[in-house]
């Protein structure tokens, strides 16, 4: 509004507006009603009903036969590949046993310490417990019967030692004594009265106070500081002790086995079972079959260990030897079965 005057444009949507308002009313009963002529009457009328005539029910067709069907024509048999059988099961071959396992070289034994006493230096005592001497040697027989011990009797400071031989059986041996391991049960005044050793013919001119061991009677072999030998003349070792058990028997000897399979020193023990004596020349050898694989396996001479004594180990039995005796045996059963 510029002036107090509408635009143009305004009053131009205001005429619309207006026309627009009036012709709206113009078709409403607002500005009076208007009378519409009355539709004619006129009487109804009546439409008869036709009913249609009911036809006869037809008669159901007959039903068509069914058209016959072929026979299926067989199926060839299936036919399924032929599989061969497997072979056999092939019994497995029954391997070899295994090999032996190999014989054993030695046969060790125990000895106890406390049952078992070495001979050499070994104090000896007479009754009364007075040491008289140690035992130095001692003799066996051809069978390894020990049969005299050699004992070295002691004078004053040295002066006047002598070595004397006494039976075997006049000693009595206490392995575990705190005191003398050896005693003598000869009656003093036999002892004083032993017949004294005559001078070895090997020594011209003998050293004052002492004498020269007694001979050893034939068919007798001092044992200590001799050596053992094999079969073939091989060297074993050399004695040097003897192991005496409480009931006076030899149980085993102590080799000395140095420089047999090596230059160190060494010592084995051997059980006394496994000498054994043959005369050769006149003179007791004692024997042992001991060879140097059997002495390498031979466990060492210790004093703090425990003692173990070697034999050779026997041959193993002949195989058939071994088959005989099961079969034998089996025979045995069968035939006290059969007597029942």
């Known amino acids: 509004m510029n002036g107090g005057f509408l635009r143009p444009a305004f009053r131009l949507l205001l005429l619309a507006v207006f026309a627009a308002l009036a012709a709206m009313m113009s078709g409403c009963s607002l500005f009076g009603p208007t009378e519409q002529p009355p539709a004619p009457i006129s009487e109804a ?6 009913v249609p005539a009911l036809e006869p029910a037809s008669e159901p067709e007959p039903a068509e036969a069914p058209e016959p069907k072929e026979p299926k024509k067989p199926r060839p048999p299936v036919v399924k590949p032929h599989k061969p059988e497997p072979p056999p099961p092939v019994a497995a071959p029954t391997p070899p046993p295994p090999p032996p396992a190999p014989a054993p070289l030695i046969v060790t034994r125990t000895l106890d310490r406390n049952a078992t006493h070495g001979l050499l230096d070994s ?4 009754t009364d417990g007075k040491v008289i001497g140690r035992a130095v040697d001692m003799t066996a027989d051809a069978s390894g019967t020990p049969r005299q011990m050699i004992v070295n009797l002691q004078g004053f400071l040295g002066i006047g030692d002598r070595k004397m031989g006494f039976p075997w059986t006049a000693f009595r041996f206490t392995p575990n004594a705190k005191s003398a391991p050896i005693t003598i049960t000869t009656p003093p005044n036999q002892l004083a009265a032993a ?6 013919a090997s020594l011209a001119t003998p050293l004052a106070g002492v004498t020269a061991a007694p001979a050893v009677p034939p068919g007798q072999l001092e044992m200590l500081d001799t050596d053992v030998e094999r079969p073939n ?8 002790d003897v192991l005496i058990d409480a009931n006076a ?5 102590v080799l000395d086995v140095s420089g047999i399979i ?3 020193r060494r010592s084995i023990v051997a059980n006394w079972s496994a000498l054994r004596f043959v005369t050769r020349d006149k003179t007791l050898h004692p024997l042992m079959d001991l060879n140097d694989a059997q002495i390498k396996a031979s ?4 004093a703090d260990k425990p003692i173990r004594a070697v034999s050779p180990a026997p041959p193993p039995a002949p195989a058939s030897a071994a088959t ?3 079969s034998s045996s089996a025979v045995a059963a069968s035939t006290a079965r059969t007597s029942r």
Do not use: F, H
């Open 299 to 302: 466990p060492s001479y210790e």
């Open 249 to 253: 028997q030899p149980q085993a000897v």
């Open 45 to 50: 009328t009546v439409t008869p009903l036709v």
């Open 233 to 240: 003349g091989g060297k074993v070792g050399r004695v040097i």
């Open 324 to 326: 005989a005796g099961p």
């Open 123 to 126: 104090e000896v005592q007479k």
């Open 195 to 200: 017949n004294r050793p005559k001078p070895s």
């Open 262 to 264: 090596s230059p160190d």
